[in-house]
T-cell receptor, first 113, second 114 residues
Framework: DTEVTQTPKHLVMGMTNKKSLKCEQH?????MYWYKQKAKKPPELMFV???????INESVPSRFSPECPNSSLLNLHLHALQPEDSALYLC????????????FGPGTRLTVL | GESVGLHLPTLSVQEGDNSIINCAYS??????FIWYKQESGKGPQFIID?????DKRQGQRVTVLLNKTVKHLSLQIAATQPGDSAVYFC?????????????FGKGTKLSVIP
């Protein structure tokens, strides 16, 4: 199983809503990542978790709150987002933080109204 | 920081022809370079990687070439098929054995003409 799954596939939310994105992998990977991708642009790193602990926060606004409940799950909690936060949110995982090959999920297409 | 970019934003090739997608990088300290394929509505899919101490690596129908002298990376796809239509990103990793960060190039959209 080399699959990273993400739910929901699409999400539309208002600026006052609270929602969560979910990511799951069963490859035994201990590093997990959140990326943001705008149209026709490459992915931009947001957060990195290693062994369920936050390792890297790439100066992401506090309206994005990551959570890693266990080694297989990664959540991204959203609150008070802005329309410019609309993007494809990608989750990825790798065996370890030092392992360069990252496997990406299909993404969640987020629209903020 | 490292900058990884591409020469051509779009590329159209006839089905059955070979495709060459190019990438230039500015920081020669990367340990690895990786090519990802991203189809419409999907996440990036790992294609092939190459260590910085190698010049060439072959996979199934794909070959990556690394020219460190001119800081240039290319992905060659043999006998291009309609299913190869996608955006292709190069990414640098490192420097350092513990480095995790992928620095992506801008992407090249490959369109295969049937």
């Amino acid at each position: 199983d080399t699959e990273v799954t993400q739910t929901p596939k699409h999400l539309v939310m208002g600026m006052t809503n609270k929602k969560s994105l979910k990511c799951e992998q069963h490859m035994g990977h201990r590093a997990m990542y959140w990326y943001k991708q705008k149209a026709k642009k490459p992915p931009e790193l947001m957060f990195v978790y290693s062994y369920e602990k936050l390792s890297i926060n790439e100066s992401v606004p506090s309206r994005f709150s990551p959570e890693c409940p266990n080694s297989s799950l990664l959540n991204l909690h959203l609150h008070a987002l802005q329309p410019e936060d609309s993007a494809l949110y990608l989750c990825a995982s790798s065996q370890r933080l030092a392992e360069h090959t990252q496997y990406f999920g299909p993404g969640t297409r987020l629209t903020v109204l | 920081g490292e900058s990884v970019g591409l020469h051509l934003p779009t590329l159209s090739v006839q089905e059955g022809d070979n495709s060459i997608i190019n990438c230039a990088y500015s920081n020669s300290a990367s340990d690895y370079f990786i090519w990802y394929k991203q189809e419409s509505g999907k996440g990036p899919q790992f294609i092939i990687d190459i260590r910085s101490n190698m010049d060439k690596r072959q996979g199934q129908r794909v070959t990556v070439l690394l020219n460190k002298t001119v800081k240039h990376l290319s992905l060659q796809i043999a006998a291009t098929q309609p299913g190869d239509s996608a955006v292709y990103f190069c990414a640098g990793v490192g420097p350092g054995a513990g480095s995790y960060q992928l620095t992506f190039g801008k992407g090249t959209k490959l369109s295969v003409i049937p």
